[in-house]
């Protein structure tokens, strides 16, 4: 079984500040973790995915992630906030069973950014 | 940008009715998921598919079922629409186990 915590369904930052979005999973296999962001009335896109290459991603727009096994975290961060980042994101863990694709998602988090 | 669409876009539908809604991708991808999402649940899957009439149930899927004919298009039906499924349809496709997953434009459906 796997699944995924998103610990803050809201977080506000002001333009300029560190954003930090937290996930914890758990998952019975070795996890690809990955971080997806939602524009309003938009589908999910990838923002970063972790593949066991690298505990530590970059992804697209400034946004990083670190992998800590100990701590079964995948937090989401970003050292100045914009106002283009205000959406919401959503961590997801996959597990290859039996050679079939599952993904997790948790239930998200909304980014405010005040100017 | 993987080419995913959805239709119909938004639909407005009475309790009863069976309602389907269309997934097309053109990307020959192998793996293909339904979602819905709803506030305070995130996504939830519904049905997947890893080929060809090969499907499989999600953790949500009473009162949903999914076809897959073609490696292109994966329909899910609602084959008797009630209130609890007005919801925010998502349709999704990737390439293998543990890839990144593309989504198309969500489907808004409203069940009165």
């Known amino acids: 079984a796997q699944s995924v915590t998103q610990l803050g369904s809201h977080v506000s930052v002001s333009e300029g500040a560190l954003v930090l979005l937290r996930c914890n999973y758990s998952s019975s296999v070795p996890p690809y973790l990955f971080w997806y962001v939602q524009y309003p009335n938009q589908g999910l896109q990838l923002l970063l995915k972790?593949?066991?290459?690298?505990?530590l991603v970059k992804g697209i727009n400034g946004f990083e992630a670190e992998f800590k096994k100990s701590e079964t975290s995948f937090h989401l961060t970003k050292p100045s906030a914009h106002m283009s980042d205000a959406a919401e994101y959503f961590c997801?863990?996959?597990?290859?069973?039996?050679?079939?694709?599952?993904?997790?998602f948790g239930i998200g988090t909304k980014l405010q950014v005040i100017p | 940008d993987a080419g995913i669409t959805q239709s119909p876009r938004h639909k407005v539908t009475e309790t009863g009715t069976p309602v389907t809604l269309r997934c097309h991708q053109t990307e020959n991808h192998r793996y293909m998921y339904w979602y819905r999402q709803d506030p305070g649940h995130g996504l939830r899957l519904i049905h997947y598919?890893?080929?060809?009439?090969?499907?499989d149930k999600g953790e949500v899927s009473d009162g949903y079922s999914v076809s897959r004919s073609k490696t292109e298009d994966f329909l899910l039906t609602l084959e008797s629409a009630t209130s609890s499924q007005t919801s925010v349809y998502f349709c999704?496709?990737?390439?293998?186990?543990?890839?990144?997953?593309?989504f198309g434009q969500g489907t808004r459906l409203t069940v009165v």
């Open positions: 972790y593949t066991s290459a690298a505990t």
């Open positions: 598919s890893y080929g060809v009439k090969d499907t």
């Open positions: 999704a496709s990737a390439t293998g186990v543990n890839t990144e997953a593309f």
């Open positions: 997801a863990v996959s597990a290859g069973i039996g050679g079939y694709q599952k993904v997790t």
